[in-house]
């Protein structure tokens, strides 16, 4: 199966400056790597993704880079704000069973 | 579109007794749903998936005879603990494929807060 890895486990920016969370997977099979925002006591929420045939995926505030040589990808928010304040989680999934594989998740807490 | 609900959202119950968790795809047809258990300060872990019709594939480690799926149709699968106890404890997610969607997008669902006394 996938293995992900996720750092740091935990990450402090003062608000509106930008935060970077990094992932590596070992099964160069993996095509799909998503990215999940969950606040204390809710469901994962999907804030981008990106597949193998792409490098680079903007939207707005966020972006997700993909280096599949290296086997890693990266979430970069800039211009961070309080409410971005939460547990992210990166994932991947082999493109054979659609099965996703979580990293360890980052708390961030941006400080006002 | 794409919603998906859990019931019930939270449950106490007494060590040894079972507890039936509910997961429904409100507008869409889902022909394969995940159930995942989160524990306090941890990543989700992939219990087992769930295909209409056909019996649940569990991960290895998960107890198929504890940890019972029915997903009898393609709106509904259900996950039951079987004499639960306190080690039971925890937040269980589901998820759902969508028939006609992209099969690597899951839809979540609220999740289900377990604590067995």
Not at chain 1, 2 to 14: A, I, R
Not at chain 2, 22 to 45: G, H, I, N, V
């Amino acid at each position: 199966g996938e293995n992900v890895e996720q750092h740091p486990s935990t990450l402090s920016v003062q608000e509106g400056d930008s935060a970077v969370i990094k992932c590596t997977y070992s099964d160069s099979a993996s095509n799909y790597f998503p990215w999940y925002k969950q606040e204390l006591g809710k469901r994962p929420q999907l804030i981008i993704d990106i597949r193998s045939n792409v490098g680079e995926k903007k939207d707005q505030r966020i972006a997700v880079t993909l280096n599949k040589t290296a086997k890693h990808f990266s979430l970069h928010i800039t211009e961070t704000q309080p409410e971005d304040s939460a547990v992210y989680f990166c994932a991947a999934i082999l493109s054979n069973d659609y099965k996703l594989s979580f990293g360890a998740g980052t708390t961030v807490t941006v400080r006002a | 579109g794409a919603v998906v609900s859990q019931h019930p959202s939270w449950v106490i119950c007494k060590s040894g007794t079972s507890v039936k968790i509910e997961c429904r795809s409100l507008d869409f047809q889902a022909t394969t749903m995940f159930w995942y258990r989160q524990f306090p300060k941890q990543s989700l872990m992939l219990m087992a998936t769930s295909n209409e019709g056909s019996k649940a594939t569990y991960e290895q480690g998960v107890e198929k005879d504890k940890f019972l799926i029915n997903h009898a149709s393609l709106t509904l699968s259900t996950l039951t603990v079987t004499s639960a106890h306190p080690e039971d404890s925890s937040f269980y997610i589901c998820s759902a494929v969508g028939a006609g969607r992209p099969q690597e997008t899951q839809y979540f669902g609220p999740g289900t807060r377990l604590l067995v006394l």
